[in-house]
């Protein structure tokens, strides 16, 4: 089935240590989001990328980092440096063709992170 | 800068009932409107995706309406059920480049009450 996926669904981590979660796709999407979402608070942006090796800031990129060694692969590291770290993450991509565009986006499920 | 916002946060309606939820935006240059579901603890689920091009979209009991005029859209569900209580969100896409980003609104929490 084509989707994307992220995991794990659930992640414990003690406070100073950085976290990987993973994201992959597998619908030959271009474009690749991480949010962060919060109680009352909406997504909001960490990290955006639109091609393979080439990544963006988004609104409150502080404390993370990503990389895109791959077209299906996104991950986001969640340092030691973010101070609240704990959230809900969701992934998600599009399609960009640069001509005829169809932008629908799609989401993954989600990795709820505590750090303790 | 883009900001998609929706009024009201959350909304209560009898089962049966026909409802509207609002999403405004600031920015009319948007290159397409989508709106979107996410139940409790769950990612985010695609409804509907409107074109800059386009006034309005359905899909079964969903119409979502576009004026890029007044900045507004619209999420119309017929006949509501129990099922379609979530929250839902709507999220703009601004331009054709390749630093396009989606901007979110915060989100209108729905509860269909039996």
């Known amino acids: 089935d084509g989707g994307i996926t992220q995991s794990p669904k659930y992640l414990f981590r003690k406070e100073g240590q950085n976290v990987t979660l993973s994201c992959e796709q597998n619908?030959?999407?271009?474009?690749m989001y991480w949010y962060r979402q919060d109680p009352g608070q909406g997504l909001r942006l960490i990290y955006y990328?639109?091609?393979?090796?080439?990544?963006q800031k988004g609104d409150i990129a502080e404390g993370y980092s990503v990389s895109r060694e791959k077209k299906e692969s996104f991950p986001l590291t969640v340092t030691s440096a973010q101070k609240n770290p704990t959230a809900f993450y969701l992934c998600a991509s599009s399609l960009w063709t640069g001509g005829s565009m169809n932008t629908e986006a799609f989401f993954g499920q989600g990795t709820r992170l505590t750090v303790v | 800068k883009q900001e998609v916002t929706q009024i009201p946060a959350a909304l209560s309606v009898p089962e049966g009932e026909n409802l509207v939820l609002n999403c405004s935006f600031t920015?009319?240059?948007?290159?397409?409107l989508q709106w979107f579901r996410q139940d409790p603890g769950k990612g985010l689920t695609s409804l509907l995706l409107?074109?800059?091009?386009?006034r309005e979209q359905t899909s079964g009991r969903l119409n979502a309406s576009l004026d890029k005029s007044s900045g507004r859209s619209t999420l119309y569900i017929a006949a509501s059920q129990p099922g379609d209580s979530a929250t839902y969100l709507c999220a703009a896409s601004n331009t054709m480049n390749r630093d396009d980003k989606i901007i979110f609104g915060k989100g209108t929490r729905l509860h269909i009450l039996p």
């Open positions: 920015d009319s240059a948007i290159y397409n």
């Open positions: 619908l030959n999407h271009d474009a």
């Open positions: 990328s639109q091609i393979v090796n080439d990544f």
């Open positions: 409107i074109q800059s091009s386009q």
